[in-house]
T-cell receptor, first 111, second 116 residues
Framework: QKEVEQDPGPLSVPEGAIVSLNCTYSNSAFQYFMWYRQYSRKGPELLMYTYSSGNKEDGRFTAQVDKSSKYISLFIRDSQPSDSATYLCAMSETGNTPLVFGKGTRLSVIA | NAGVTQTPKFQVLKTGQSMTLQCAQDMNHNSMYWYRQDPGMGLRLIYYSASEGTTDKGEVPNGYNVSRLNKREFSLRLESAAPSQTSVYFC???????????????FGEGSRLTVL
């Protein structure tokens, strides 16, 4: 079993829909949880960051971490065509240890 | 503000040829990383350097070597390229934790390598 599992999709939704993206992991020592967004032919960019458990909200984006279930989620409200990208979850044990990435979920938001 | 700069952006090699991918960052970060990204495989760590003068293997180091030339530069070398090394390679840097840093990775734009 890979350390981080993420459904690769692709996921296609209409504009305005609520999108839910998820990752599961096996390493209970993970403490740093991130979501990156990657546009086609570009490098990944940090979208959301959460330390340990809990929720974090930034505009239309909400990140949730449930350490008891080893499950993290990213919600996108009122999705826009500009949200069309690949979303990668990433996590690490400390701020020094390398990030482990999920395979990424490809999202298309249709106008 | 350049951030992380990778060269070359595109390269085509024949099997057995060697080449070096260059990476430089101007953010004074201690840690630097090389990942490869393949369809359906996500980002996989090749090598990383936690600080100047140190390097460590990642998940997929075979067939690669690295050099942390100084704090700014971290190069990846393919000594004898194989078709299985056809991929998109990303360099990234990361500040030391603390002082409000999230441990975020800052990525370059990627280098697309094709080995025939």
């Amino acid at each position: 079993q890979k350390e981080v599992e993420q459904d690769p999709g692709p996921l296609s939704v209409p504009e305005g829909a609520i999108v839910s993206l998820n990752c599961t992991y096996s390493n209970s020592a993970f403490q740093y949880f991130m979501w990156y967004r990657q546009y086609s032919r570009k490098g990944p960019e940090l979208l959301m960051y959460t330390y340990s458990s809990g929720n974090k909200e930034d505009g239309r984006f909400t990140a949730q971490v449930d350490k008891s279930s080893k499950y993290i989620s990213l919600f996108i409200r009122d999705s826009q065509p500009s949200d069309s990208a690949t979303y990668l979850c990433a996590m690490s044990e400390t701020g020094n240890t390398p990030l482990v990435f999920g395979k990424g979920t490809r999202l298309s938001v249709i106008a | 503000n350049a951030g992380v700069t990778q060269t070359p952006k595109f390269q085509v090699l024949k099997t057995g040829q060697s080449m070096t991918l260059q990476c430089a960052q101007d953010m004074n970060h201690n840690s630097m990383y090389w990942y490869r990204q393949d369809p359906g495989m996500g980002l996989r760590l090749i090598y990383y350097s936690a600080s100047e003068g140190t390097t460590d293997k990642g998940e997929v180091p075979n067939g690669y070597n690295v050099s942390r030339l100084n704090k700014r530069e971290f190069s990846l070398r393919l000594e004898s390229a194989a078709p299985s090394q056809t991929s998109v390679y990303f360099c990234a840097s990361r500040p030391s934790p603390g002082q409000g840093n999230t441990g975020e990775l800052f990525f370059g734009e990627g280098s697309r390598l094709t080995v025939l």
